[in-house]
């Protein structure tokens, strides 16, 4: 069974800090994808990565896939009060279904 | 206009009832999913279908029957409510299902409680 395992669980900053929080795996993933829940609604897609070593960036957010494909972090700069959330990393298993990790809830206090 | 939504938002209701939740998207999408959220915030899929045929049905009871009249719609219908069947239910629908790199787009969820 493929497992995605993130951590921390729950992270509680002040306005201005940097953070990074980390998922991973001892199966390879063919893609890996990160998803912000906010409270009430649905989780809505940050960012897929597909290659080994790829890093993206989308604005203060930095993420990037292990050059195994078995991991990937979320790096977000100077974090700001509307970051806060629940973080998802979602991989494509095997069976071509999406296996969510069991996310990150971010709270950034200003 | 909404891309993906879900009806009701929420659901009590008893244990041993009947209870459907709707789902529609208007992108245009070939494939539909269910998933079960956990009170962990751990999120799960139950069924995927690609026009209107159902492609993934994980390990779910079968008192969970999914129906898709046509590739907008994906309804879940569950039988004999358990008090573990409390959890929010989220539909999605991506483009296609090739292989992991489509953006899957989320509805607002629906939470059910049962007492």
């Known amino acids: 069974t493929q497992l995605l395992e993130q951590s921390p669980q729950f992270l509680s900053i002040q306005e201005g800090e940097n953070l990074t929080v980390y998922c991973n795996s001892s199966?390879?993933?063919?893609?890996l994808q990160w998803y912000r829940q906010e409270p009430g609604e649905g989780p809505v897609l940050l960012v897929t990565v597909v290659t080994g070593g790829e890093v993206k960036k989308l604005k203060r957010l930095t993420f990037q896939f292990g050059d195994a494909r078995k991991d990937s972090s979320l790096h977000i700069t100077a974090a700001q009060p509307g970051d806060t959330g629940l973080y998802l990393c979602a991989g494509t298993g095997n069976t071509g279904k999406l296996i969510f990790g069991q996310g990150t809830t971010l709270q950034v206090k200003p | 206009d909404t891309a993906v939504s879900q009806t009701p938002k929420y659901l009590v209701t008893q244990m041993g009832n009947d209870k459907s939740i709707k789902c529609e998207q208007n992108l245009g999408h070939d494939t539909m999913y269910w998933y079960k959220q956990d009170s962990k915030k751990f999120l799960k899929i139950m069924f995927s279908?690609?026009?209107?045929?159902?492609?993934i049905n994980e390990t779910v009871p079968n008192r969970f029957s999914p129906k898709s009249p046509d590739k907008a719609h994906l309804n879940l219908h569950i039988n004999s409510l358990e008090l573990g069947d409390s959890a929010v239910y989220f539909c999605a629908s991506s483009q296609s299902m090739s292989g992991g790199t489509e953006t899957q787009y989320f509805g607002p969820g629906t939470r059910l409680l049962v007492l």
């Open positions: 279908y690609n026009n209107k045929e159902l492609i």
């Open positions: 199966s390879v993933f063919s893609s």
